[in-house]
């Protein structure tokens, strides 16, 4: 009953910037935390970035001062502010965020969206 739906992803240069968004919609009662996964050819899917209900957040060290994640709550959305670019970026980005939906409000279940595709060139 949850659906995840991600935009902003594009080719850019090397060095450029994109802004990834991510929208939660559906049955939501709550939202415990929403991060960015990415997956490249031949790689596992990797965290990207993850923000949690409190507002911490962590990053994987290969974005650290790179990339920002941030958050609107009344939205329901998560965003990526993608600077610095480098061809390694290039991947698959996927939204997840952990949900508590339905009848049962007690624990959250995990989300995805489809994905969308960051391309940076060289």
């Known amino acids: 009953q949850v659906q995840l739906v991600e935009s902003g992803g594009g080719l850019v240069q090397a060095g450029g910037s994109l802004r990834l968004s991510c929208a939660a919609s559906g049955s939501i009662f709550s939202i415990n935390a929403m991060g960015w996964y990415r997956q490249a050819p031949g790689k596992q899917r990797e965290l990207v970035a993850v923000?949690?209900?409190?507002?911490?957040?962590n990053y994987a060290d290969s974005v650290k001062g790179r990339f920002t994640i941030s958050r609107d709550n009344a939205k329901n959305t998560v965003y990526l502010q993608m600077n610095s670019l480098k061809p390694e970026d290039t991947a698959v980005y996927y939204c997840?965020?952990?949900?508590?939906?339905?009848?049962?409000?007690?624990?959250?279940?995990?989300?995805w969206g489809k994905g969308t595709l960051v391309t940076v060139s060289s």
């Open positions: 997840n965020a952990n949900v508590v939906a339905g009848s049962i409000r007690y624990y959250g279940m995990d989300y």
């Open positions: 923000i949690i209900s409190g507002g911490s957040t």
